[in-house]
């Protein structure tokens, strides 16, 4: 079957088919590991999971790389203000490296409870600081790059498609924009590849700046004040930015305009901009043209229009092929805030006796390009949807066939197949991860068993049925709905014979008896029905 996948880079549905035969490269963007993720953080990663198990129900071999980010998330996406693990760290009174580990841990424990699949590869910041550098250093070479008091930048107007991805209108942004905080920048929306530590402070994360990344000014030849890019030692033009001389009079009395000058000067420490790391993390582990790039909605304007512009003016290739995003996940109707007090964590929804599998669920029961309404009376409802589910997975146990059942019951139409509805979950994924339909194929396939005996139920297929909702879904409605012990079914088989006498008292007695397992039984005209109470 095809799968078709909506193209953000191209604002279309289009029949996906990867650059290798069999292979898929897929890049998510993961987390910052600041804080505890909230549910709209978890619904993302929960969607880009139902595309990881599409692909490999297609027949394709994933490889994917979720980035950790661990440093150089600043609070602003205009690269001002502080960094989210700084300020995390300030908040806990810990170290930025210690906050980074403990929501690192938390987030890859998070995602083992929802049933998320492993990227094979979880990759943090921190450890790609010197493919990062080496990133920077061959922009610098093609001369995208130059340099302001607080770092490094790319420069926008030497990569003329900067605009297209996300169809922005720089001109306007332009007429509007506000005061720039940094004034340097040579357009406001140029993005900061490295960041400068400033002087006199001390960060919990910084490496030392590269000689050969830093332009600073030759005064024999310069004005005060003035800026350098990557292709000249010689003042850009027109620019009045006294603040380089004044970060080149901060590091050393001696300088000769291209960094440090004796092996006694201090070092320019720094650390990478939020964007830096997944371009050099995709293209160092899968290539520098991939097949999938995944994110939020709230990407496509700052984040993945940068990646796009670094990585394609550093490869010379198109970056990705496919660009997947899912949109917001609101609370009550309004957006997460944690002034509101509505970020809601997996701890919070297990504090209210919900499971992370009621969670995913929930999160299935929207599209990914759809926004999705979180409230707990929705998360309710997708608990005891999921309840029902697991119930009619459990029948499971009670249909018995003979060795030569399922294969009369193959080619006749008095027993009910499975056959369809599991191809029709397939199709349904395969197009444009449709979610909503899966679970109302799901919803009708089961409901078909509340009108037939369970012996005419074709076992195998319906097992087959339930294999591939897991498979798709990731419900863990197998792993859930275990066979009740041996001592209980003769408790049922009891009850019946008790009922056929009218012995009405100790067919009571044994449903009470029942119950306090976690059982409960179901009179109907097929017969007696176990499932699981709430």
């Known amino acids: 079957m095809a799968l078709r996948l909506h193209n953000t880079l191209t604002k279309k549905l289009e029949e996906f088919t990867p650059l290798s035969d069999k292979r898929v490269t897929l890049y998510t963007c993961g987390p910052t590991v600041y804080d505890y993720p909230h549910v709209g953080n978890w619904a993302a990663n929960i969607y880009w999971d139902i595309l990881v198990r599409t692909l490999i129900v297609n027949g394709y071999k994933v490889e994917r790389v979720m980035n950790i980010t661990d440093v150089g998330h600043l609070v602003s996406d205009a ?3 502080e960094d989210k693990l700084e300020k995390g760290a300030r908040r806990e009174g810990k170290t930025a490296w210690e906050i980074a580990e403990f929501y690192a841990e938390d987030f890859l424990a998070g995602m083992e409870k929802l049933g998320l699949i492993p990227p094979e590869h979880v990759t943090k910041a921190t450890d790609f600081i010197d493919q990062q550098l080496d990133l920077v250093r061959t922009l610098k070479e093609k001369g995208y790059t130059y340099q302001t008091t607080d770092g490094i930048y790319f420069d926008t107007a030497k990569f003329p498609t900067y605009a297209d991805f996300a169809g922005l209108d ?9 005061v720039e905080a940094n ?9 900061a590849l490295w960041k400068f530590t400033p002087a006199g402070q001390k960060r919990d994360m910084e490496w030392e700046t590269p000689d050969d990344l830093l332009e600073l000014p030759r005064f024999e030849n310069s004005e005060p004040g003035a800026s350098f890019d990557s292709d ?10 006294r603040k380089v001389d004044q970060l080149a009079s901060s590091r050393s009395e001696k300088k000769d305009g291209i960094g440090r000058t004796s092996k006694n000067e201090e070092p320019i420490m720094g650390f990478p901009g939020w964007h830096l790391e997944c371009s050099a993390m995709a293209m160092d ?16 304007p700052v984040h993945h229009t940068n990646e796009i512009a670094q990585s394609e003016a550093a490869s010379g290739q198109q970056f990705s ?13 309004g957006k997460i805030s944690k002034s509101l007090g509505n970020g809601y964590t997996l701890q919070d929804i297990e504090k209210r006796g919900f499971s992370p599998m009621d969670l995913r669920l929930f999160v299935l029961q929207s599209d990914f390009m759809s926004e999705g309404n979180f409230t707990w009376e929705n998360l309710e409802a997708a608990k005891n949807r999921l309840h ?3 119930g009619y997975a459990a029948l499971r146990h009670q249909i018995h066939d003979r060795l030569t059942d399922d294969t009369v019951k193959d080619d006749s139409d008095e027993y009910l197949a499975f056959y369809e509805p599991t191809s029709a979950l397939k ?3 395969s197009d444009n991860l449709s979610t909503p339909r899966a679970l109302q194929i799901i919803d009708e396939a089961f409901a078909r068993l509340d009108s037939v005996a369970l012996d005419t139920v074709h076992r195998a297929s319906f097992y087959d049925f339930i294999q591939m909702i897991d498979e798709l879904l990731g419900l863990q409605l197998e792993v859930s709905s275990p066979d009740i012990s041996d001592d209980n079914k003769r408790l049922i088989l009891e009850r019946m014979r008790a009922r056929e006498v009218a012995d009405w008292h100790r067919s009571d007695q044994i449903r009470d008896t029942l119950a306090k397992d976690g059982i409960a039984v179901r009179d109907t005209s097929h017969g007696t029905v176990w499932s699981y109470l709430g």
């Open 321 to 333: 092929r496919f660009w997947l995003h899912c949109n917001h996940l609101k609370i009550e109707g």
């Open 79 to 81: 690269d001002e203000g």
């Open 285 to 300: 582990i899968l290539g520098s043209t991939i097949d999938i790039h995944t994110g939020g909605i709230d990407h496509i």
């Open 170 to 178: 720089l001109k306007a942004q332009r007429a509007g924009a506000r």
């Open 183 to 191: 004034d340097e920048k040579r357009q406001a929306w140029d993005f």
């Open 232 to 241: 000249s030692a010689f003042p850009a033009e027109a620019r009045q930015d």
């Open 427 to 429: 199709v349904a994924l």
């Open 388 to 390: 029902n589910w697991r």
